[in-house]
């Protein structure tokens, strides 16, 4: 509300819509996640509608020697629902360029 009595609706719509959006769904945990990453991979095995078909997605050695790394690392942050643990540098990722 404004002084004069009036509402903003602007701000008013954006704040009840936040505020129900944080009170509806409560942070989630670890184990939380974890248990729902566990049934989404049983309704996978089991044909049973998984919301997303787990995987594990990875970039092969023979691309690393054929491609420019920097193409790669472009590709992997462009995507970060196929390489979760890329965060823009390969130090994680150091087994990928043994020679």
């Not at 009595?5 to 996640?33: F, H, I, L, V, W």
């Amino acid at each position: 509300m404004t002084r004069d009595g009036t509402e903003d609706t602007m701000t008013t719509k954006a704040d009840r819509q936040a505020s129900t959006a944080a009170s509806s769904k409560p942070a989630q945990t670890n184990t939380d996640a974890l248990r729902e990453h566990r049934q989404t991979i049983l309704r996978a095995v089991h044909f049973d509608n998984p919301d997303y078909i787990p995987m594990i997605f990875h970039i092969n050695e023979a691309c690393w020697h054929h491609y420019p790394p920097d193409a790669l690392k472009e590709l992997m942050a462009s995507h970060p629902f196929l390489f979760p643990q890329f965060d823009g540098n390969l130090a994680g990722l150091t087994f990928i360029l043994k020679r």
